[in-house]
């Protein structure tokens, strides 16, 4: 019990501080940051006492929606991306529990989660174009792209590995060049070498499935790596010279 009255103290007060100061403070974001976490903390302890028999996805599910007013309001880069990261557990988890590791689960999560991820890429980069510095900082846009392409690759990976199926290969591609094909008007060097670094995973595993891998084509796979690895670094050095020279 007194559990509940810290908790729900603790929110109340962030809540509170958060309505006493002036709107795109910091100290009213981390407040309602901390109302955000605590509402979590809130959830996890009351399905733990009562013992609801809630799913995992509905505590994040449950968590994220609860929360969604204070995110909106808050302008605040972490707490929207702590929100994001949430709404893609309470996904997750539930294609998890109900496919559990079956190839329809694994197409469901790259044809969900990949294109939610990237339309919160999309928005938060025309937001930044926009200068709404506060709501898109250059970060929060980096974090995103991870998301994305962290789902994006995974996905592939793991379909290719129970199935061996190139279906996917065809999504990876229709995701991956217009990202490249962004960066590269953009001119931005990080992103590039973090799509880089997809590719090469993705190219690589394509070869580790689609061919027998004795001695001999490891031998052939260390030095296609290699290969790989050397020419995505002359590519970008090749880029950063470019683009200082303009």
């Not at 891998?213 to 880029?239: E, I, N, P, Q």
Request: aromatic share 18%; proline share 2%.
């Amino acid at each position: 019990m007194y559990k509940f009255l810290i908790i729900q103290s603790l929110i109340v007060a962030s809540v509170i501080t958060a309505l006493l100061k002036p709107a795109d403070t910091l100290f009213r974001k981390l407040a309602l940051t901390a109302a955000s976490v605590f509402t979590g903390i809130f959830l996890a302890i009351y399905g733990q006492v009562y013992q609801t028999g809630a799913d995992r996805y509905q505590l994040f599910l449950t968590w994220s929606l609860l929360i969604s007013g204070w995110v909106i309001i808050s302008r605040f880069s972490a707490l929207w991306f702590f929100w994001i990261l949430l709404i893609n557990l309470s996904i997750a988890l539930f294609i998890g529990q109900t496919y559990d590791m079956e190839l329809k689960g694994a197409y469901m999560l790259a044809f969900i989660l990949v294109p939610i991820n990237a339309l919160f890429l999309i928005t938060a980069e025309w937001r930044y174009l926009k200068e709404v510095q506060e709501d898109a900082s250059p970060w929060l846009l980096y974090a995103l792209l991870i998301t994305t392409l962290v789902s994006l690759t995974w996905a592939t990976l793991f379909i290719t590995l129970i199935s061996k199926e190139l279906t996917i290969y065809l999504f990876y591609i229709a995701i991956i060049v217009p990202l490249y094909w962004y960066y590269y008007r953009r001119k931005n060097l990080f992103a590039m070498t973090l799509c880089h670094l997809s590719t090469g995973f993705a190219a690589t595993n394509f070869l580790i499935v689609y061919f027998t891998m004795d001695l001999k084509h490891m031998l052939y796979l260390s030095a296609y790596v290699l290969t790989l690895a050397s020419g995505f670094v002359h590519h970008l050095r090749k880029l950063q010279s470019r683009w200082q020279q303009q």
